[in-house]
């Protein structure tokens, strides 16, 4: 491979202009991101170039004289030496989230005896949904995340799980987590629609208002509920409403005149002195699957528990609730040992 000449950032901005000017909208070039052969891109002031060409525009170079990636003298790393980006043009879609996965399975329930096709108005839509869905989901855009076809694709997954059509011709099993969605909720229909209704309605709340999936919460130790990610991020962030905690407890302070875990009894300012008053978290007891987009959080729907214990009950799927945990062997002798 020829060694690349050392061009300036403006010669390889000029080649970009060129491109715009002589090939953009000629029938080689028309459709080149959609050519296998182009992995990559240079993108600029919101458009894209094929990198090799560009390289060639701006070195005289023909594309058969170098390679593209990012080694020493190959395409990708001399435009970004130069200050360019360089995106992959197809990137590999995250696998079928749970969330995903029951509003698919929603939609086949609801049409079992003739799902829609990939031009239906109801794939389109639940396309449209989960193209939504997917910033908040991944905090990025995919150039082809969830089209029509792939959803049409999901619905066939399950027709070949669906033991009532023993002879269908799905398009194969769609993966252990698509049986065991089906395993979960393909029994009672009524009640896949409830979830996967709380699950839209969780989509918009958090596109209305803005929420976020962030490494925190990744990482803080909370498995998702079983509705999935959507309605867990709805869940928490009512968790974290900071002037309702305050509210909670200030109410819980005057009425008990202390601060105790709900469930065990664990008080932070006994355990640890000053460091540890007005210490402790608040867990949002309402049922996750009841959620709805706009309904307030009221203070009676919260529960003080210390951090253990708030941890525990979002340890596994499903969720415990609090009377489940109260109940625990384990928690109870907890209780007494605080209590003495």
């Given at each position: 491979?020829?060694?690349?000449?050392?061009?300036?950032?403006q010669e390889v901005?000029?080649?970009?202009?060129?491109?715009?000017a002589?090939?953009?909208?000629?029938a080689d070039?028309?459709?080149?991101q959609?050519?296998?052969?182009?992995?990559?891109a240079?993108?600029?002031?919101?458009?894209?170039y094929p990198?090799?060409?560009?390289?060639?525009l701006?070195?005289?170079e023909?594309?058969?004289a170098?390679s593209?990636g990012v080694?020493?003298g190959q395409?990708n790393q001399f435009?970004q030496d130069?200050?360019?980006r360089?995106?992959?043009?197809r990137?590999?879609?995250?696998?079928?989230?749970r969330?995903?996965?029951i509003?698919?399975?929603?939609l086949?329930?609801?049409h079992?005896d003739s799902?829609?096709?990939?031009?239906s108005e109801?794939?389109?839509?639940?396309s449209?949904?989960?193209?939504?869905f997917?910033?908040?989901?991944?905090?990025?855009?995919?150039?082809?995340?969830?089209?029509?076809?792939?959803?049409?694709m999901?619905?066939?997954?399950?027709?070949?799980?669906?033991p009532?059509?023993p002879?269908a011709?799905?398009?194969g099993?769609?993966?252990?987590d698509?049986k065991?969605?089906w395993?979960?909720?393909?029994?009672?229909?009524?009640?896949?629609?409830?979830?996967a209704?709380t699950i839209?309605?969780?989509?918009?709340?958090?596109?209305?208002?803005e929420?976020?999936i962030?490494?925190?919460?990744?990482?803080?130790?909370?498995?998702?509920a079983?509705?999935?990610?959507?309605?867990?991020?709805?869940?928490r962030?009512?968790?974290?409403?900071?002037?309702l905690?305050?509210?909670?407890?200030a109410?819980?302070?005057k009425?008990e005149?202390?601060?105790?875990?709900?469930?065990?009894?664990?008080?932070?300012?006994?355990?640890?002195?000053?460091?540890g008053?007005?210490?402790i978290?608040?867990?949002h007891t309402?049922?996750?699957?009841d959620?709805r987009?706009?309904?307030?959080?009221h203070l009676?729907?919260?529960?003080?528990?210390?951090?253990?214990?708030?941890?525990?009950v979002h340890?596994q799927?499903?969720w415990?609730a609090?009377?489940e945990?109260?109940a625990?062997p384990e928690?109870q002798?907890l209780r007494l040992k605080f209590s003495?």
């Open positions: 491979m020829a060694k690349l000449p050392d061009v300036s950032r901005l000029e080649a970009v202009h060129k491109f715009d002589d090939y953009r909208n000629s070039w028309e459709n080149w959609e050519n296998k052969a182009h992995k990559y240079i993108e600029f002031e919101g458009m894209r990198v090799k060409q560009i390289v060639s701006a070195t005289g023909p594309t058969s170098f593209g080694g020493a395409a435009v130069r200050g360019f360089v995106v992959p043009l990137s590999r879609n995250p696998t079928w989230a969330d995903e996965l509003l698919a399975l929603d086949y329930l609801q079992r799902p829609p096709g990939a031009n109801e794939v389109q839509t639940l449209e949904i989960l193209n939504r997917a910033t908040t989901l991944h905090g990025t855009k995919f150039d082809k995340y969830r089209n029509p076809n792939g959803v049409y999901r619905l066939m997954n399950y027709r070949a799980l669906d009532f059509f002879n011709k799905g398009l099993h769609g993966g252990a698509a065991a969605i395993a979960e909720f393909s029994d009672d229909p009524a009640h896949c629609h409830h979830i209704e839209r309605d969780a989509i918009s709340a958090l596109e209305n208002n929420v976020q962030t490494s925190e919460d990744e990482d803080d130790g909370f498995v998702d079983p509705e999935g990610k959507a309605v867990t991020r709805v869940h962030r009512r968790e974290r409403n900071r002037k905690v305050a509210r909670k407890k109410a819980v302070l009425r005149g202390k601060l105790e875990c709900e469930a065990c009894g664990f008080d932070f300012s006994i355990a640890y002195g000053k460091r008053q007005g210490f978290e608040c867990h309402k049922p996750v699957s959620l987009e706009g309904e307030k959080t009676d729907d919260l529960a003080l528990l210390c951090a253990n214990c708030h941890r525990m340890a799927r499903p415990l609090l009377e945990l109260r625990m928690v002798n003495r």
